[in-house]
């Protein structure tokens, strides 16, 4: 075999190699990016459930809830009242901004935003929308143009 047939081979086997390392790193990516997604929407599945137990073991927070699905608003608690229902108008909130940032990085589908979201009604309260006129301003913009868009409108 001569040297430029000798050459040829060498880099037909250097571009074989090549095109076999490539295939290996998009499987190991597909792959790392599935576990991303999975790890994600556990994350999101048991941030959920955390916030439903603690809304379950909370007596008092069932019952400031039952008054504002009444048409109970913050003058109708007292401070310290209002501190934990306010807290979990946050905890709330927040926690649907993470699904918007998960969505918007592409790491969960949008339709997750739908699975973890609570009942539309918990923001249209009249306390809701009272804490909403005071604390929209700690938002991202694009956020809370998207929270008030879907949830408030």
Do not use: C
Request: avoid cysteine; charge should be negative.
């Amino acid at each position: 075999m001569d040297t430029n047939s000798t050459r040829k081979w060498i880099d037909w086997l250097g571009a074989l190699g090549v095109v076999a390392s490539l295939i290996f790193v998009g499987l190991e990516v597909r792959q790392n990016t599935a576990a991303v997604r999975g790890a994600t929407y556990q994350s999101i599945a048991d941030s959920s459930l955390q916030q439903v137990q603690w809304w379950a073991d909370n007596e008092k927070l069932l019952q400031h809830e039952v008054r504002i699905d009444e048409g109970a608003v913050s003058s109708d608690f007292t401070p310290e009242e209002n501190l934990v229902i306010q807290a979990t108008f946050v905890m709330t909130i927040r926690r649907i901004e993470n699904i918007y940032v998960q969505v918007r990085e592409g790491l969960v589908e949008e339709e997750a935003v739908l699975r973890f979201r609570p009942s539309k009604d918990y923001f249209e309260t009249p306390y809701f929308q009272e804490f909403w006129v005071k604390w929209q301003l700690e938002m991202e913009p694009t956020f809370r143009d998207y929270f008030e868009q879907e949830f408030l409108d």
